[in-house]
């Protein structure tokens, strides 16, 4: 499973969307809500939303920053003049948040919900081990501390019946007994939606009790990614930004796209461009150890990449992966002349068919080796599995063929064994 953030903006278009559809009860109610960047219409998005004009509004960055109301980047309470002034101000605008610096580029605005903050709640879904677990807590908002140690919880194993479960007992005996039921509600649907969607977290702080129905206030969540085929026709058509203060390459939104049509695991993660070190790895384990192998023997700096293609991907899908790692890999001489090292690596495939993968790897290296020599790279191939034989044969051979220096090897040699070899040359 790979958990990924989403935009609050996303998660609550996810609620507003499909909630009623695993609800019995009028216990939620949507708060509208648009979301703006530097090339958003204003004209248009006050047709499509004319409440935006007769509303008092909240307005925020929707960048996964957390504890925004800390950092005075949440405005509360105004009309819609007053927020498309507060947003062009920190539009584009760099900012510290956390120890954190990134640029401000897209705000959520929704409208300004007045209610009673002794009514304010937290509630947060998580996937653990034995299933999924629910934690509550009577008081909500940005003080409410360590909610690992405050909250009251309970773990929805894997075949439980959310409904079946006596959550007043459990999570939330210190609130008043009129407002049990109403939320109990809310959580027993938000949970179905949180397993339909394919939701590995979900947090809301704070839930607010308003005229006996629910409003999520701040709403953050993540995704399992590989659980589009089954979830993500919930999903309303979102995409996964990246972390507050990085933005994508063109290379990483290229994988991401191959990876999301796929149901191989493609993941790509560029760390520093002008690195030596280069990896493409199958497996996200192997390339766990990959990595952490190359900062362990004091090279962490020079890694360039993290990544892994995983799930039997195709012929062409290997190819497309690992096009993307070579062509950013040999785009430029590394600064001061040195060779610039690829490992090709995994552990021992248990279904993935080695000799069908190394095919686009094949592809690729052919079709880049005039960069590989012009940036002088050293090649060093690990792997076992399903055909390996073949699949080593076939790379020692295109070594030999292209004239590039090439190390082959197969589970005979350990994984962090292949990396100390081509670093300590």
Known sequence: MASRSIREYDGKKILDLHFREFSTTDCFVANPCVQLSAATDLDAVVAEHPWLLNSKLVAKPDQLIKRRGNSNLVLLNAGWDEVVRWVFEHMNKSVAVDGITGILDTFIVECFVPHEVKYEYYLAIRSVREGDEILFFRQGGVEIGDV????????????????????????????????????????????????????????????????????????????????????????????????????????????????????????????????????????????????????????????????????????????????????????????????????????????????KTFNGICRAIKEYSEALKRVKAKIYVRRGGPNYVEGLSKMQQLGLELGLPMEVYGPELHMTKIVSKALTV
């Open 148 to 355: 690992d140690s405050i909250s009251e919880k309970i773990v929805v194993k894997v075949f439980d019946d959310i409904d079946a479960l006596d959550l007043d007992s459990k999570l939330l005996k210190d609130i008043g007994v009129e407002r049990r039921p109403v939320i109990a509600s809310f959580i027993k649907s938000l949970y179905k939606l949180y397993v339909a969607a394919g939701f590995s977290y979900a947090e809301i702080n704070p839930l607010a009790f308003v005229d006996g129905r629910i409003v999520v206030l701040d709403f953050a969540a993540k995704l399992d990614d590989t659980a589009e085929f089954e979830g993500g026709k919930l999903w309303a058509g979102l995409t996964f930004p990246p972390p507050f203060g990085r933005l994508s390459t063109n290379e990483e939104r290229h994988i991401n796209h191959l990876d999301a049509q796929s149901g191989a695991s493609l993941k790509f993660t560029v760390l520093n461009p002008q690195g030596r070190v280069w990896t493409m790895v199958a497996g996200g384990g192997a390339s766990v150890i990959f990595a952490d192998t190359v900062v362990d023997l004091g090279y962490g700096e020079e890694l360039a990449n993290y990544g892994e293609y995983s799930g039997n991907p195709t012929d062409e899908e290997t190819y497309d992966y690992a096009r993307t790692v070579i062509g950013l890999m040999t785009q430029e001489l590394d600064p001061k002349g040195r060779e610039k090292i690829l490992l090709i690596g995994g552990g021992i495939a248990n279904f993935t068919d080695v000799a």
